[in-house]
């Protein structure tokens, strides 16, 4: 089966800018998509088709991706930014989806 | 307003099976593929199953392949999901979402927990 890989953990500083990376064999053939998932809360799509951001989502949000590898950044990053972030991706013609292990991001 | 609205969840024997419902309204359900994302406790997020509008297409997981049974019913604006054989490594907060990946919108989820 198919994985994608992000690090554990990030920790910014406030207004800082914020990495967090996600990589997949599939990644170059496949958009990467980017969830906020605070505590007890279902997760907020942040960004789409590896660089869109859906409305409402704040502009210091912003994607990217090259090669086997995707990325959020989270510019001059708050301290309500703080949450775990999960990569998403599909496989097998589209009708498969798998997510990466997670990062919680740490804003202090 | 567009709503996913899950049900069904709750305490199950492992061996056991459960049927996971979710209901759609404020929008064209029909036009929709439908998922089941589920959440272990303290876990990240893992994608269940997809289904086509029309529901003659369904695709899972390898880990729930054979026991789960995804299916919807467009004039009732419900989705369903039939668990069984159910093992303690399904314990999850199931997640109901439209068009993953695109115009989503996620349910507030349901608890399913598997242990004797």
């Known amino acids: 089966s198919y994985e994608l890989t992000q690090p554990p953990s990030v920790s910014v500083s406030p207004g800082q800018t914020a990495r967090i990376t996600c990589s997949g064999d599939?990644?170059?053939?496949?958009?990467a998509y980017w969830y906020q998932q605070k505590s007890g809360q279902a997760p907020v799509l942040v960004i789409y088709e590896d660089t869109k951001r859906p409305s409402g989502i704040p502009e210091r949000f912003s994607g990217s991706s090259s090669g086997t590898m995707a990325a959020l950044s989270i510019s001059g990053a708050q301290v309500e930014d703080e949450a775990d972030y999960y990569c998403y991706s599909i496989y097998n013609s589209g009708h498969h989806g798998v997510f990466g292990g997670g990062t919680k991001l740490t804003v202090l | 307003e567009v709503q996913l609205v899950e049900s069904g969840g709750g305490l199950v024997q492992p061996g056991g099976s459960l049927r996971l419902s979710c209901a759609a309204s404020g929008f064209t359900f029909s036009i929709y593929w439908m998922s089941w994302v589920r959440q272990a406790p303290g876990k990240g997020l893992e994608w269940v199953a997809n289904?086509?509008?029309?529901?003659?297409?369904?695709y899972y997981v390898d880990s729930v392949k054979g026991r789960f049974t995804f299916s919807r019913d467009n004039a009732k604006n419900s989705v369903y999901l039939q668990m069984n054989s159910l093992r303690a490594d399904d314990t999850a907060v199931y997640y109901c979402v439209r068009a993953l990946g695109g115009n989503e919108t996620w349910g507030q989820g349901t608890l399913v927990t598997v242990s004797s």
């Open positions: 289904i086509k509008q029309d529901g003659s297409e369904q």
């Open positions: 599939l990644l170059p053939k496949n958009y």
